[in-house]
């Protein structure tokens, strides 16, 4: 299909900008542009009956924000299911208020508590910091769920771009700990520790995320080369230390027409099918990058926003 009239438009609006793209900026450059802009397509900040910022000790002995949301008032006697988020933004940008609308609406519409992780970032934090972070956040809420109104036995994970990367892991390494997850929540997952696919040399320019920022994201993470073949960086290619991939998760994985990671999403998605996991695929058409983000301009996003709410309710059993 086309890309989407309004999509087009906001693109249109980005090259009249003049900005640099986040690849001529320094990490930290990148951050405060990433933060300042993050807002300004997004949905409105669905209100909540609590949102509160914590801290979740590491294995390193840091302690990294946390932020939880409820959208309705904590039962003790019925624990609400949640929804464990990791933010995109190429593990180098991005942060729990970046991703604030967003998790509000997870929350709202998927009738569970969010908690959303401030994992640590790169460059000051390489690989594999923000996977274990990641794990790290969402063992801590396993063991200290009742405390905050949580089911620990109805968990998932979720993000979007490299927090569906996170995602990805997690959900691998939960079933290995023993932690059984309602559900991975795979937004445009960056999986791949190459460029190779198709997508990648179609939309490499011109769409919002180009091959030259996914590089340098990249760069920013890995301490070396060889880390791109390790399966917790690329999870669909990795070879290093590469798990069975059976047995996990039913996976919901959304992929956009117009991404450079959509071939790579699709083909996740397919490994994971092959692997004998329950996997639901939903390709976006007209859509690009970061389209989660855009619910306040884009109307269509509303359609992608309700089918991933819809398969949070579904897999924690309240549809």
């Not at 405060?32 to 993050?38: G, L, P, R, V």
């Not at 059984?180 to 190459?194: E, K, S, W």
């Not at 709410?309 to 897999?315: D, I, K, S």
């Amino acid at each position: 299909m086309p890309l989407n009239p309004t999509i087009e438009r906001v693109l249109d609006m980005i090259v009249r900008a003049k900005r640099p793209q986040l690849h001529e900026l320094t990490a930290q450059q990148a951050r405060a542009s990433y933060e300042k802009s993050a807002s300004i397509l997004d949905i409105a900040s669905a209100p909540m009956f609590s949102v509160e910022d914590l801290h979740v000790p590491t294995r390193d002995g840091a302690a990294i924000r946390a932020r939880l949301y409820h959208a309705v008032e904590p039962s003790w006697a019925e624990p609400a299911p949640a929804l464990v988020y990791y933010h995109g933004g190429g593990f180098t940008i991005g942060s729990v208020d970046t991703h604030d609308a967003l998790c509000r609406m997870f929350a709202r519409d998927g009738r569970c508590a969010v908690l959303s992780v401030d994992y640590r970032l790169a460059p000051e934090h390489k690989f594999p910091t923000a996977v274990e972070d990641a794990f790290d956040a969402l063992t801590w809420l396993h063991a200290h769920a009742a405390e905050h109104g949580v089911d620990a036995k109805r968990l998932a994970v979720g993000g979007d771009s490299a927090g569906g990367t996170l995602a990805t892991v997690c959900a691998v390494l939960a079933r290995d700990a023993g932690i059984a997850l309602a559900l991975q929540l795979l937004i445009y997952p960056g999986v791949t520790g190459y460029q190779q696919t198709d997508s990648h040399s179609r939309l490499a320019s011109g769409f919002l995320l180009s091959g030259e920022t996914i590089q340098w994201f990249f760069n920013q993470y890995v301490r070396d080369t060889s880390d791109r073949d390790d399966w917790r960086f690329a999870p669909l290619d990795g070879t290093r230390g590469a798990p069975a991939f059976g047995g996990l998760a039913p996976a919901w994985v959304a992929t956009a027409e117009y991404d450079p990671l959509s071939d790579e999403g699709d083909e996740y998605a397919e490994k994971l099918l092959a692997a004998g996991n329950r996997v639901t695929l939903r390709r976006y058409a007209g859509m690009i990058h970061e389209f989660f983000k855009m619910g306040g301009f884009v109307p269509e996003v509303a359609h992608a926003h309700a089918d991933a709410a819809a398969a949070l309710r579904g897999a924690f059993g309240d549809e």
